[in-house]
């Protein structure tokens, strides 16, 4: 039977324990509703660690004021079940008090990558992510803990974190999972209409398109960028937000792409009020 653990102090001397026998933890942080990109990240962490550890908390530090906090799905009850199916050993299910006590007043901050590309549009996400990370690092205690490319700039910004900190923590990066028509599978694709789910396959199908170019030899970013915004222009119902290759570590914006270096694609928009993000990773 899976647990559901609700208190920090529980949490931490679950974990004090397994670590007494000698045993290592995986944690899989999650905001719930969970879907094949979530249970990917728990597969990898049930082949690398000998007891895993899920966490599904909403966290209302990383969401705007305008952002969808009160609407973001829930469904506690068929994540539990789809988790106990994977063998997951515990939920860690908190509540907000649980975590942001009266008189909290402690953040953590990425400095410089908090404000690039989905910082400029989401001023505050970063320092909340950053936050919750660091409070579930202290209540999981894992040796390992799993994440998705699919937040790429969140890898980005984690590691930063987990090396400055001095976290003694090893984070895993697991690949993008998709729809079979390409679309990056999300809690929020609940959101979209039919007509808007085929919409977003332009996100997709434009990297697939600068993946093309640069295959053929193009090392230009702009050039890149300049195509992929064309294939945009004609869709008015969906409001980018940007186009961005930027290198592989540093999240720097590059635009002569260089051999022997790894660079993401990143992709943000709006389509009507759901946002969405992609990205691909290549080496040159
Ligand atoms: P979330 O519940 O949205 O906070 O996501 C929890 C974790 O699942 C994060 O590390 C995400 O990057 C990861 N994740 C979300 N969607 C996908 C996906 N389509 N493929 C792989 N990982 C994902």
């Not at 990558?113 to 320092?127: A, C, S, Y």
């Not at 398109?209 to 960028?225: D, F, L, V």
């Not at 570590?249 to 790894?262: A, P, V």
């Amino acid at each position: 039977m899976i647990k559901i653990v609700n208190t920090i102090k529980e949490m931490q001397s679950y974990s004090n324990s397994v670590h007494r026998e000698g045993k290592t933890v995986g944690f899989v942080p999650t905001m719930g509703y969970l879907h094949e990109g979530h249970l990917s990240l728990v597969k990898a962490s049930k082949s690398k660690s000998d007891i895993t550890i899920v966490s599904i908390f909403v966290n209302p530090t990383q969401f705007g004021p305008n952002e969808d906090f009160n609407k973001y799905p829930r469904d506690f009850e068929k994540d539990k079940s789809l988790l106990e199916e994977e063998g997951v050993d515990i939920i860690f299910y908190p509540d907000n008090k649980e975590i942001y006590p009266e008189h909290f007043q402690t953040y953590v901050e990425v400095t410089e990558i908090q404000k690039k590309h989905e910082g400029e549009f989401r001023p505050t996400h970063f320092k909340g992510v950053a936050t919750i990370v660091s409070i579930l690092f202290n209540a999981v205690k894992p040796d390992f803990a799993f994440f998705g490319q699919k937040d790429a700039q969140q890898v980005s910004l984690l590691k930063q974190m987990i090396r400055d900190l001095k976290f003694e923590i090893n984070i895993i990066v697991c690949p993008i999972i998709r729809e079979e028509s390409g679309l990056a599978k999300s809690s929020r694709n609940i959101y979209l209409s039919d007509e808007e789910k085929q919409k977003a396959l332009l996100l997709y199908n434009s990297l697939n398109m600068a993946k093309q170019m640069i295959e053929q030899g193009e090392r230009k970013s702009s050039n890149i960028i300049k195509k992929m915004n064309q294939n945009f222009l004609a869709e008015k119902k969906i409001h980018l937000n940007y186009i961005r290759i930027v290198e592989e570590n540093t999240f720097q914006e590059t635009e002569q792409l260089e051999k022997g270096k790894s660079y993401f694609i990143l992709i943000a928009c709006k389509i009507g009020t759901t946002r969405l993000i992609d990205n691909l990773l290549f080496s040159i």
